[in-house]
T-cell receptor, first 111, second 115 residues
Framework: QKEVEQNSGPLSVPEGAIASLNCTYS??????FFWYRQYSGKSPELIMS????GDKEDGRFTAQLNKASQYVSLLIRDSQPSDSATYLC???????????FGIGTKLQVIP | GAGVSQSPRYKVAKRGQDVALRCDPI?????LFWYQQALGQGPEFLTY????????KSGLPSDRFFAERPEGSVSTLKIQRTQQEDSAVYLC?????????????FGEGSWLTVV
């Protein structure tokens, strides 16, 4: 079992819809959770970080964390074609400074 | 500098050749990370530096991989006797200090193709 699991997609949503991206992780002691966006051929870019249970909103993005279920998600409201990218879920479990990434979910927003 | 800078951006190496990949982190950033990203995969951790000290090298795939950061700023990832399975993007990242509570900034990567 991979430490951080994501569906590779592609996930296709129409423009203006809500895109829901999901991630599960295996280490119950994980402390920090990140969502990165990666455009094709580009480097990952941090869009959200979340540390405690519940929701965290930033503009059109909402990150949700449920530590009991070991589940983290990212909602993108009013999806735009420019949101089309691969979204990487990443988890930090403390101790050594190692962040573990999932495979990434490819999102396609259809105009 | 304004961001994490990596060079070369693209490298084609013949199997068996040695390569060196350079990373110039954001000025003042104590923490430096190297990740390997194969096509269609997420980044995989290779190694971590705090200043000049290499505190974690658990992700280096073999003893052909070596990283250094002698003066606590620029880092070099060296791959000896390259193999085809080494073909990947090598991402360098830096943060002010560590992971928790800090943003990790990635460079554009060095794309290595071994032929």
């Amino acid at each position: 079992q991979k430490e951080v699991e994501q569906n590779s997609g592609p996930l296709s949503v129409p423009e203006g819809a809500i895109a829901s991206l999901n991630c599960t992780y295996s280490d119950r002691g994980s402390q920090s959770f990140f969502w990165y966006r990666q455009y094709s051929g580009k480097s990952p870019e941090l869009i959200m970080s979340i540390y405690s249970n519940g929701d965290k909103e930033d503009g059109r993005f909402t990150a949700q964390l449920n530590k009991a279920s070991q589940y983290v998600s990212l909602l993108i409201r009013d999806s735009q074609p420019s949101d089309s990218a691969t979204y990487l879920c990443a988890v930090y479990s403390g101790g050594y400074q190692k962040v573990t990434f999932g495979i990434g979910t490819k999102l396609q927003v259809i105009p | 500098g304004a961001g994490v800078s990596q060079s070369p951006r693209y490298k084609v190496a013949k199997r068996g050749q040695d390569v060196a990949l350079r990373c110039d982190p954001i000025s003042g950033h104590v923490s430096l990370f190297w990740y390997q990203q194969a096509l269609g995969q997420g980044p995989e951790f290779l190694t971590y530096f705090q200043n000049e000290a290499q505190l974690d090298k658990s992700g280096l795939p073999s003893d052909r991989f070596f990283a250094e950061r002698p003066e606590g700023s620029v880092s070099t990832l060296k791959i000896q006797r390259t193999q085809q399975e080494d073909s990947a993007v090598y991402l360098c990242a830096s943060s002010l200090t560590g992971v928790f509570g800090n943003t990790i900034y990635f460079g554009e990567g060095s794309w290595l193709t071994v032929v």
